[in-house]
């Protein structure tokens, strides 16, 4: 079991309520579209890979000790949307790493588990 992580770009509606619809309805859109990555997720990966490498990219030894739960991570990105995995031990380490970063960047952040959204 995982700790899920989303991301979207700004625009979102103002209610939380119906900007988790939005989500909803925006990822089965990009996933029958097959919509390319968009830059600001890649962007956000980057990022977030520089503290805590894809456990593809891990020698086998330290993958156990990685973050995500899955790789490759940018296989994650649904056009303008992001749905990432982190491993439980490891969340309140790495959330607020996470929510940071992805403020800088510039992109929604979905904590499911708590359903907040925080707004870039």
């Known amino acids: 079991m995982s700790y899920s992580l989303m991301f979207s770009i700004p625009g979102i509606p103002e209610s939380d309520e119906d900007a988790w619809d939005e989500f909803d309805e925006r990822e089965e859109a990009n996933?029958?579209?097959e919509l390319?990555?968009?830059p600001l997720m890649q962007d956000l990966i980057n990022q977030l890979t520089?503290?805590?490498?894809?456990?593809c990219t891990l020698p086998d030894e330290e993958i156990d000790g990685g973050l995500w739960a899955d790789g490759p991570i940018e296989n994650n990105i649904v056009g303008?949307?992001?749905i990432l995995a982190i491993v439980f031990s490891k969340v309140?380490?790495?959330?607020?790493?996470i929510a940071e970063t992805a403020k800088n960047v510039g992109v929604?952040?979905?904590d499911p588990q708590t359903e907040k959204i925080f707004r870039s």
């Open 80 to 82: 303008d949307l992001l």
């Open 92 to 97: 309140e380490e790495a959330l607020p790493f």
């Open 36 to 38: 390319a990555p968009h």
């Open 50 to 55: 520089k503290r805590y490498p894809c456990i």
């Open 108 to 110: 929604v952040f979905y």
């Open 31 to 33: 996933e029958e579209n």
